[in-house]
C-alpha cells in the first residue's frame, strides 16, 4: 500500500510540517533568545501544531458535513421508527420507503460518512510521519535501526540534516521524538554519535504527563459536548449507551495508560487537536442553534399570517363560495319576479318567496322545488276582479 499511501498522505503531510519548520526557523533567526533555530525545540512544536491546524482548516467541511450528518439521522430516527414497525415483516418496501424518506429530507448516508473515511488517514498519515524521525525498536513504524542508521535516514521530505534537527530538539529539556517508556539504549539516536546524554528519563516524564492529562480531559470535554446533543431517543438506544460510555471514559482513561508509548510530537499533536475540536465544535452548534432559531422563527411568522386577525370572524372558504352562489341565484329569481310584478299593476298579492333552481338547496323558511319543474303564477289582471275570483285561480 506504500505506492498509494506515499505520494497521497505520507509526503503531503511531510510536506506541510517542512514548510511550517522553514517558516518558524527563519523567523526565529530574528529573535536573539532563540539558539539554532532549525532544532530549537519550540519551533518544531509550533511547527507540528501549524501542521495540525493546517490540516483542521482543509477538513473543516467535511467535519461539519459530519455533525449535520448526524444531526439528520437523529431528526429522522422516528420517522425510520414507524417505517420499521410499519414494514417489519416487508424487507423491500421497507428498503423502498426509506430511500423515499432520505431523499424527500435530503439526506445522502454515502456523503455523511465521507468525511468521516477522509479524516482517518489523515490523522493516521500525520501519527506516521511524526513516528518516523526514529525508527529505532520493533514497534509500530519503527525499522529496527541502529541509532547511527535513525540519524542518517531522511524521512520523506525530510533529508538526514532535517532529521537530525528534529532529533536534536528539546521541549522543556526532553527530546520531541521521545516517549516515557522508551528503552534507554533508543536515547542514543537524540545525541551525536558517542556523545553523553543532554536528558534523562524524568525529563520526558515531566514534559508527556501533563501533556497526556489535558490530551484525555480535552477527549472528554469533546465527548460530553458531542452527547449533549443527542436526542433523548438515540441515547436510550442500548448500543448508543455502551458508546457513550466509551467516549467519555475509555477513551480519555485509554490515552493516560497508553500515552507512555507515545512519542512527544505525537502528545502535542493530541492535544492541539483535541483543543481544535473543542472549539470547532463549539463554533458549528452554536451556528446550527441560531439556523434552527431562524427557522423555527420563520415557521411562527408563517403561522402568525394564516391565523385570523383578532374581532374577524374566521370564514370557511368552502361556505363562502356555496353562499356567493346561492346569493346569484337568488339575485336572479328576486329580478324575475320584479319583472313580472311590473306588468300586474293592481296586484295586492304578497310576492310568493321565489322557487330555487334546480340544484340549489333552498333557503331557510322556503319550500323545496318538485321535481316536476317549476310552476308560475299567471298574472292577474287589472280590473278588479273579486277575492272569490283570486281563490279559483290560487286553486287552479
Known amino acids: ?50 501542521l495540525v491546524v493546517t490540516l483542521r482548516i482543509l477538513l473543516f467541511w467535511p467535519a461539519a458535513k459530519q455533525i449535520r450528518f448526524s444531526r439528520k439521522m437523529q431528526e429522522m430516527q422516528p420517522r425510520m421508527k414507524e417505517l420499521q414497525k410499519r ?50 525498536g520493533n514497534n509500530f513504524g519503527a525499522l529496527g535501526m541502529t541509532a547511527e542508521e535513525t540519524r542518517n535516514t531522511g524521512n520523506y521530505v525530510f533529508n538526514a ?19 516515557i517508556s522508551q528503552p534507554i539504549e533508543q536515547f542514543q539516536a537524540f545525541v551525536d554519535p558517542g556523545a553523553a546524554l543532554d536528558f534523562e528519563r524524568w525529563n520526558i516524564i515531566i514534559v508527556a504527563i501533563p501533556l497526556m492529562i489535558v490530551s484525555a480531559v480535552t477527549t472528554h470535554l469533546n465527548a460530553r459536548i458531542s452527547l449533549s446533543r443527542q436526542s433523548p431517543e438515540a441515547a436510550a438506544n442500548p448500543q448508543a449507551k ?49 439556523e ?33 352562489a346561492g346569493t346569484a341565484v337568488a339575485a336572479q329569481e328576486t329580478g324575475a319576479g320584479v319583472r313580472a310584478d311590473d ?31 317549476q310552476r308560475t303564477r299567471p298574472a292577474q289582471k287589472s280590473g278588479g276582479a273579486s277575492g272569490k275570483g283570486k281563490k279559483k285561480k290560487r286553486k287552479r
Not at 8 to 31: C, D, E, R, T
Not at 161 to 178: N, T, W, Y
Not at 294 to 315: D, T
Open 1 to 50: 500500500m506504500s505506492f498509494i499511501t506515499d505520494p497521497l498522505v505520507y509526503y503531503p503531510i511531510s510536506g506541510i510540517l517542512w514548510f511550517w519548520h522553514k517558516i518558524f526557523a527563519f523567523l526565529g533567526g530574528f529573535l536573539p533568545w532563540v539558539e539554532s533555530p532549525d532544532s530549537s525545540g519550540a519551533i518544531w512544536a509550533l511547527s507540528v501544531i501549524f
Open 87 to 136: 414494514y417489519k415483516n416487508d424487507r423491500e418496501k421497507l428498503a423502498t420507503e426509506t430511500r423515499k424518506l432520505q431523499k424527500s429530507e435530503g439526506f445522502n448516508p454515502v456523503l455523511g460518512c465521507l468525511p468521516m473515511f477522509i479524516q482517518i488517514p489523515v490523522f493516521l498519515g500525520l501519527f506516521h510521519v511524526l513516528r518516523s524521525f526514529n525508527r529505532m
Open 161 to 179: 540534516d532535517e532529521v537530525q534537527s528534529f532529533l536534536d530538539a528539546r521541549l522543556f529539556g526532553a527530546p520531541l521524538s521521545s516517549f
Open 242 to 290: 455502551i458508546m457513550n460510555q466509551l467516549m467519555l471514559w475509555a477513551f480519555p482513561i485509554g490515552i493516560l495508560v497508553t500515552g507512555a508509548f507515545w512519542p512527544m510530537a505525537i502528545l502535542v499533536y493530541m492535544v492541539t487537536n483535541n483543543l481544535w475540536t473543542l472549539g470547532q465544535q463549539y463554533y458549528l452548534f452554536e451556528k446550527m442553534a441560531k
Open 292 to 324: 434552527d432559531d431562524v427557522a423555527a422563527l420563520k415557521r411562527r411568522e408563517e403561522q402568525k399570517s394564516l391565523a385570523p386577525r383578532v374581532g374577524v370572524k374566521p370564514v370557511n372558504p368552502k361556505r363562502g363560495r356555496a353562499a356567493t
Open 343 to 373: 306588468d300586474d299593476e293592481t296586484d295586492t298579492t304578497p310576492a310568493a318567496a321565489p322557487a330555487p333552481s334546480p340544484g340549489v338547496a333552498p333557503r331557510p323558511g322556503q319550500r323545496p322545488q318538485q321535481p316536476g319543474g
